[in-house]
């Protein structure tokens, strides 16, 4: 898997149809940034719109210049690669409420002038498909042969074929869950608070505050990174290792677990820089995704419109949203006689496994991409 | 993608009605269910637990779950009658309770088709009679240590099986390795089939 696209640019599209949000809200005008990789052919049937992770972003394959680190998804996406380029047009905007660019808290209010913060709308799972439906139309592609994501992303991937149910004919829905469970929320409400209280926080006022929060928001990475491994996998990776020689009887870090922890949120916090309203606001939509809900909390009534052909992913070791999640989603499409696959790929490496290399999930998904290039190709 | 059918496959593609829902288990490579989207316009769901035998089956368009038919799969997944056919191919021998998964197919599927190996063809009864070991023939040629088929049984097993689950048998076909049928065959099955294809379902219930 060494093929690369090469180096990626940016586009950004700038809408102004005001945006209804299932909030209540209206968003008159917003940014949408996004990366495009491989050609739209003549039909524009071989578009694939890839949905990111809570803490992702629209580069999700290739270099930007200057860049040595590629996309978060570059193993996967590229020349050859399971989404193959050659062979696909491939399309991921950076969600609504994002700090990468989209339009979020981060950014200027019109009306006020002044940076959003916390007057940012609530956004949700649903508001990120209308979104990205103007996209769609932008890039003149009337059916995506495939919209695929990974934990969140994947969540929206279900949007899309609950809310339009013409416009693809490829699900991939990958480390999910239909709706978050109790345990879940509670992690996301312990890492708000944590951002929350941090003095710095300024009420979402820190940008003009001149502060960042950024206590805060190490806190609630390292609580959110410690969902995305797994207990075997940190036994390996760490066991009980010290970081000196010998104990020292502090509070200082002690064991490397707990200082591969603070690396982890401190770089998300600082070098990453990632908006902590930004944070507060993804884990949100998280919490209220539930598309059950609308349906008498019945899933399967949920899909009843659906009509895109599903393969659904799950892996043996993640705890978050485990593979008895993405087996409730299963059934579901199951119930309406829908088209679905599913795999349960065998990986020590927790939530974090949809992002990493792994031979059964390669070939699943290579095999599975490849039914949708043969089907965009006879249409 | 050759698709190189064995009788076997033939057979049970002729006792499928077109435009029927089927479900495989242990559908491996996904031939069979291939053959019967084909041939006979099925709708159709595999269920394979091999990773590499997904893969191949997903490379044929199949749609395949991957699933463990010793857990509860299969009720998870499926509502009681909701598919026409529920086959299984040469796996009945390889699951940990052999009564209980033909019962789950039974309720799940309006009628169920099953093949297995026979241990009462005529070579396995003289490699045990007369050489005093465990038969390894071209129809179950393991070792006893590493075979995969922990529940063998004879037709006639199998048949008491279904009578005393009230388990009607519609069809039943006898072939060797090759799939072929004679005239033997016919006349003594248990002897002579290696081979069996049952067609099967659950009879009315009544007050017996």
């Known amino acids: ?289 539930d598309p059950a809900a609308e349906f008498d909390h019945n899933l399967s009534q949920a899909f009843a419109r659906t009509q895109a052909k599903f393969l659904v992913v799950s892996f043996t070791s993640d705890w978050r949203f485990s593979p008895a999640r993405s087996r409730e989603i299963v059934r579901a499409l199951l119930d309406n006689d829908l088209d679905v696959s599913y795999a349960e790929v065998e990986s020590e490496h927790g939530h974090d496994a949809f992002l990493l290399p792994n031979s059964h999930y390669e070939g699943i998904f290579r095999a599975y991409m490849q039914r949708v290039i043969q089907e965009s190709a006879s249409l | 993608m050759s698709l190189e059918l064995t009788p076997e496959f033939q057979l049970i593609a002729d006792w499928i009605e077109p435009h029927s829902q089927v479900l495989d288990l242990g559908c491996g490579d996904g031939t069979l269910l291939k053959h019967l989207q084909t041939t006979r316009s099925v709708r159709g769901y595999g269920m394979e637990i091999d990773p590499q035998k997904n893969i191949q089956a997903m490379l044929k368009g199949i749609n395949v779950i991957q699933s463990n038919l010793n857990g509860h799969d299969l009720e998870h997944y499926f509502d009681p009658h909701s598919v026409d056919y529920v086959i299984m191919t040469q796996a009945l021998q390889v699951v940990s309770r052999p009564d209980l998964l033909l019962e789950n197919m039974l309720t799940i599927g309006k009628q169920s088709i099953i093949t297995f190996p026979n241990f009462g063809h005529w070579k396995m009864r003289a490699q045990l009679s007369l050489r005093g070991r465990m038969p390894e023939t071209s129809a179950l040629p393991y070792h006893w240590y590493d075979t995969p088929n922990i529940h063998l049984c004879t037709f006639k097993d199998f048949e008491d099986l279904c009578e005393q689950k009230n388990i009607e048998v519609i069809a039943r076909s006898v072939v060797n390795t090759q799939h072929q049928r004679t005239l033997g065959m016919r006349l003594w099955p248990n002897l002579l089939g290696e081979v069996a294809l049952y067609k099967v379902k659950k009879r009315a219930s009544n007050q017996a």
């Open chain 1, 1 to 289: 898997m060494t093929n690369s696209i090469g180096i990626v640019t940016p586009q950004t599209l700038h809408i102004d149809q005001p945006l209804q949000l299932v909030s209540g809200a209206l968003l008159p005008q917003y940014d949408l940034v996004y990366e495009t990789y491989g050609e739209l052919n003549a039909q524009a049937n071989n578009a694939v719109l890839i949905c990111h992770a809570l803490s992702g972003d629209h580069h999700v394959a290739g270099f930007h210049q200057g860049e040595t680190k590629p996309g978060w998804w570059n193993d996967y996406i590229g020349p050859g690669k399971p989404i193959d380029t050659d062979r696909l047009f491939v399309v991921c905007s950076n969600n609504l409420g994002s700090c990468r660019g989209s339009t979020g808290p981060a950014s200027l209010n019109p009306d006020t002038g002044k940076i959003y913060g916390l007057d940012f709308p609530i956004v949700t799972c649903r508001d990120w498909v209308n979104s990205q439906n103007a996209l769609r139309q932008h890039l003149g592609i009337e059916q995506w042969a495939a919209i695929v994501g990974g934990s969140m992303g994947g969540m929206q991937v279900m949007q899309w074929a609950i809310d339009q149910p013409d416009k693809l004919r490829h699900a991939i829905v990958i480390a999910a869950a239909p709706k978050l469970s109790a345990q879940n929320i509670a992690f996301n409400e312990v890492a708000r608070r944590a951002i929350m209280t941090d003095p710095e926080f300024h009420n979402g006022r820190f940008i003009e505050a001149g502060t960042n929060p950024k206590t805060g928001l190490t806190l609630a990475r390292m609580l959110g990174h410690l969902t995305y491994l797994s207990d075997d996998m940190m036994g390996t990776k760490f066991g009980r290792e010290l970081r000196a020689d010998k104990l020292k009887y502090s509070f200082d870090v002690e064991f490397q677990v707990e200082s591969y922890l603070r690396y982890q949120g401190e770089k998300f916090a600082t070098k990453q820089n990632f908006d902590a309203s930004t944070y507060l606001l993804m884990t949100k939509a998280l919490d209220y995704f």
